[in-house]
């Protein structure tokens, strides 16, 4: 089983649609949880943390269920500009040595007009 | 501000050519990364470092090698190049390690190709 999972997608959605995606991570011992944005072609991003209690920043809801092992991206109302792949990305600490981070493989996002 | 830089930005190299891609950051961070991002593969991490001198092994360091003489640069070398090192490259740096709440920063990316 790979560390982290991600549906590829494409995930093809109208303006004003919510989407939400998952990731699993096989590791218990994980301790960091971000999202990652990264338009075609270009550097990945921070788009935000994600805590055990879960956040939200605006239209973004992230949430993590430890139990299940899984994060998840929530997106109300998109927008056209938030076309882009959405990474997931754990951190992995191992016995105190520098922590890894691992990066799932993407999900693409498309909304359409 | 200039962040992250890395050049070159697209190389063209014959197998067994040598080459370094330069990663440079101005935000005065301890950690330095460099991935490699191919097509349904995701990022993976080659080298990293924690400090000025200091450098160690990520998920695929084989065909690459690295050096941090200055704490502000981080340079990536490969020294005979080889088709399946065709990748997109992505250097980062981070003030401290892995940590939530810690932002890391990437540079825009270099696109090599091995002919």
Known sequence: ?113 | NAGVTQTPKFRVLKTGQSMTLLCAQDMNHEYMYWYRQDPGMGLRLIHYSVGEGTTAKGEVPDGYNVSRLKKQNFLLGLESAAPSQTSVYFCASSYLGATTGNTIYFGEGSWLTVV
């Open chain 1, 1 to 113: 089983r790979k560390e982290v999972e991600q549906d590829p997608g494409p995930f093809n959605v109208p303006e004003g649609a919510t989407v939400a995606f998952n990731c699993t991570y096989s590791n218990s011992a994980s301790q960091s949880f971000f999202w990652y944005r990264q338009d075609c072609r270009k550097e990945p991003k921070l788009l935000m943390s994600v805590y055990s209690s879960g956040n939200e920043d605006g239209r973004f809801t992230a949430q993590l269920n430890r139990a299940s092992q899984y994060i998840s991206l929530l997106i109300r109302d998109s927008k056209l500009s938030d076309s882009a792949t959405y990474l997931c990305v754990v951190i992995m600490n191992y016995g105190g040595s520098q922590g890894n981070l691992i990066f799932g493989k993407g999900t693409k996002l498309s909304v359409k007009p």
